[in-house]
């Protein structure tokens, strides 16, 4: 099919540990630098989309967001499928232009979720508001990483996954980040370092969870038909997907395969393309066992193989297949909701040749990966270079 | 914390019964409690007793409490269990060693009172 949208603009604020900075003030940093890129003025942007914070209340984010940037759109919107946001916004913001709704739509998101307030009462909240269900998985003291432990003590049993070939997972992503100047952490870790880690909720230790971090990320999106007149080489939106199998963790009953299996082959069936198409796989990452799981799911191994693929360095830089290359929610930060738009980004980079010392040869595929909940909801998106169109 | 939909749930569970949402139109049984059956989409839905035996299906020993509220009880094992009606659901495993917890591990319901209004549906090993 031919790509209907296409990414013209990115911008990332600073990321890392941003204390002077209001979620707001990380978004407009962010969206400025988007713009920035693309050559355009904040007057040229007529529609806008974002995500919900967990920092602060705003009543419509959209309307919250759109106020501060001086925008007034043709169309708004907030879109909340939690870390699958960032892929949904590109999507939805496709979606939009096609229906003729408006022509140049910027898609924001980030928040100060590591200097806002206490960060023992920034992770409380993730337990408590979204992740868990309040009656029947609050009350026995789950926190984010026990939810995902689960899976990843199920993947164990199923498939003999190891704790090793997790770690291989932290250990790629990180090398990945130690070549993003933008990254949160980027010293170099092992796979004894990852081992060795504080134990947090078996099988996951420290150095398996994500990060939290400030920061923000913008993109815009234009018609396919306008991509080449702005200043930078276009990214082809060449198709997307969803998914959702379960509300909550408690109640899914296959807890080693996810909506990703759906998102997954709606978007390469869009895009007439199929996994060893792939050039880069910009994969969520907010836990190692998440990127084992998608890697199965997305279809670049069997069910039960995500272990072994990440073995040997496949998925670090210079591997077969390199993952989510800007050193991801594991390494180069997670600002919760909107942390996987990021991933959207060093999707684009990638494609226009611009990720410097982590630039994949001739990348001309890009997979972008979203997982919101815990491993609930999905988005896929499948980009391409500017010579796809 | 229960609301009209879960209300019978926690009612159960304050008399040391387990009970669970079922379909009186496919027969089957659901957990957590919908208003609308995920087999086959009938409302005619009641609330019946469960067995209170099952196996566990996943777990996790946590190390790192979500809130102050838990540190004291660390380590500590957050489960699913498999119910023999088919339904799984999120608990706590006692009764054993956390390290003593393995997948497929027979394992019955007890209750645990949290000093509020609320009985909590453990499970033990069999």
Redesign the interface.
Same mark, same amino acid.
């Given at each position: 099919m031919k790509p209907e949208a296409a990414i013209i603009g990115i911008g990332e604020s600073k990321v890392g540990q941003v204390p002077d900075r209001s979620a707001l003030q990380l978004q407009a940093a962010a969206a400025q630098a988007a713009l920035a890129d693309a050559g355009l003025r904040m007057t040229d942007i007529d529609g806008l989309l974002t995500t919900p914070v967990r920092v602060e209340h705003w009543q419509a984010p959209c309307g919250a967001v759109a106020s501060h940037l001086g925008i007034r759109p043709a169309y708004l919107s907030t879109v909340d499928l939690a870390g699958a946001s960032g892929a949904a916004m590109v999507h939805q913001a496709g979606m939009a232009i096609a229906a003729g709704q408006c022509s140049t739509v910027l898609c924001v998101a980030g928040q100060n979720l590591l200097s806002h307030g206490a960060r023992a009462e920034a992770?409380?909240s993730m337990?408590?508001s979204g992740s868990a269900?309040?009656?029947?998985?609050v009350?026995?003291?789950? +926190? #984010?990483?026990?939810l995902y432990? +689960? #899976?990843a003590?199920?993947h164990m049993?199923e498939y003999g996954t190891t704790s090793g070939q997790m770690a291989e997972v932290a250990v790629a992503i990180r090398r990945h980040a130690g070549l993003n100047p933008n990254a949160h952490k980027r010293d170099p870790i092992t796979v004894d370092d990852v081992l060795r880690s504080?134990?947090?909720?078996?099988?996951?230790r420290l150095l398996d969870c994500a990060i939290v971090s400030d920061g923000a990320a913008a993109a815009i999106v234009t018609s396919a038909s306008r991509a080449r007149d702005f200043r930078r080489p276009p990214a082809y939106l060449l198709g997307a997907g969803y998914g959702a199998r379960h509300?909550?963790?408690?109640?899914?009953?296959r807890?080693t395969e996810t909506g990703a299996i759906d998102s997954g082959r709606a978007a390469f069936s869009r895009a007439g393309l199929e996994p060893s198409d792939v050039d880069v796989a910009e994969l969520y990452d907010c836990f190692t066992i998440t990127v084992i799981v998608e890697l199965e799911d997305l279809g670049f191994c069997r069910k039960g193989e995500g272990g072994r693929f990440v073995e040997g360095g496949r998925i670090a830089p210079g591997g077969e297949l390199p993952v989510t290359t800007h050193g991801g929610l594991l390494s180069a930060g997670h600002p919760g909701v909107g942390g996987g738009f990021f991933h959207v980004l060093e999707a684009v980079r990638q494609l226009r040749g611009e990720a410097g010392e982590r630039q994949v040869p001739d990348a001309e595929v890009a997979l972008a990966h979203g997982n919101g909940g815990v491993i609930s909801v999905h988005c896929t998106l499948l980009l391409g270079g500017p010579d796809t169109r | 914390?229960?609301?009209p939909l879960?209300a019978p749930y926690?009612a159960a569970a304050r008399e040391r019964r387990l009970a669970l949402p079922y379909c009186t139109d496919c027969g089957r049984h659901h957990?957590?409690p919908r208003s609308i059956c995920p087999h086959c989409s009938s409302a005619r839905i009641e609330w019946v007793a469960a067995s209170g035996r099952g196996e566990v299906?996943?777990?996790?020993?946590?190390?790192?409490?979500?809130?102050p509220?838990?540190a004291a009880?660390v380590p500590?094992v957050?489960?699913?269990v498999a119910l023999e009606e088919g339904?799984?659901?999120?608990?706590?495993i006692i009764g054993c060693a956390p390290d003593a917890v393995r997948?497929g591990m027979r394992v019955r319901v007890t209750f645990r009172a949290?000093g509020g209004d609320?009985t909590?549906p453990?499970f033990e090993p069999m």
């Open positions: 992770v409380k337990a408590e269900h309040p009656q029947f998985e009350p026995y003291g789950p +926190l #984010v990483p026990s432990a +689960l #899976v003590q199920r049993h504080r134990m947090i909720a078996t099988p996951l509300g909550h963790i408690g109640e899914h009953k807890l | 914390m229960p609301d879960t926690w957990f957590y299906y996943s777990f996790t020993v946590v190390h790192r409490a979500p809130s509220a838990f009880a500590y957050v489960a699913i339904p799984h659901l999120m608990t706590n997948i949290t609320v909590l453990v």
